[in-house]
């Protein structure tokens, strides 16, 4: 589990694709791999994945297809910038929200618009999942646990302050961009029980 609160931001040192795998590599940052253990979860970009090696220069994930076609690893290159994750402890301080790394889907970046300090993001939503995306609610966007503005029918809107500007990839983002989406998953879990109570009550 994850806290959706990004410690670090890496660059991707190498990537080696196979037929049925993609094995990446990502810079590690000063001290994030302290007492990481071969075989931890990290969140990249919001993907759980599990790293292979510790105490290196690098970072090394396996890939496998079925994460590449449902996340924006698959677009990923050499040099891309990714949001980095250590998974939360029992006594850790949930800053953000509850997220498993389990992405929902990708959605594309519409529009941004870049202030002073700050920076306003206008997101794609699909249908399926519009029911559980409500203004002031959690969303995990790249791994960033954010708070969701105006909902549309088919988008959304999240608003971001210096610090995450400063701390995650969501300052490279701009039009055409493709962001991984974690739905919170006890909104899901409350709106399913009242669509299904709801549901109950008509039938009866």
Sequence with gaps: MFSGIVSVKSKVAKIKKYEDYLSLEITTPKGFDKNLKRGASISVNGVCLTSKDSGSKTLKFDVIEETISKTNLKNINKGDIVNLERSIKASTEIGGHLMSGHIHFTAKVIKTVNRKNTKDIQISLIKKYLDYVMEKGYIGINGCSLTIGK?????????????????????KLSEGDQVNIEIDQNTITVVNTVKKTLATQISS
């Design 151 to 171: 909902v549309n029918k088919t988008n959304f809107y999240i608003h971001l302050i210096p610090e995450t500007l400063d701390i995650t990839n969501l300052d």
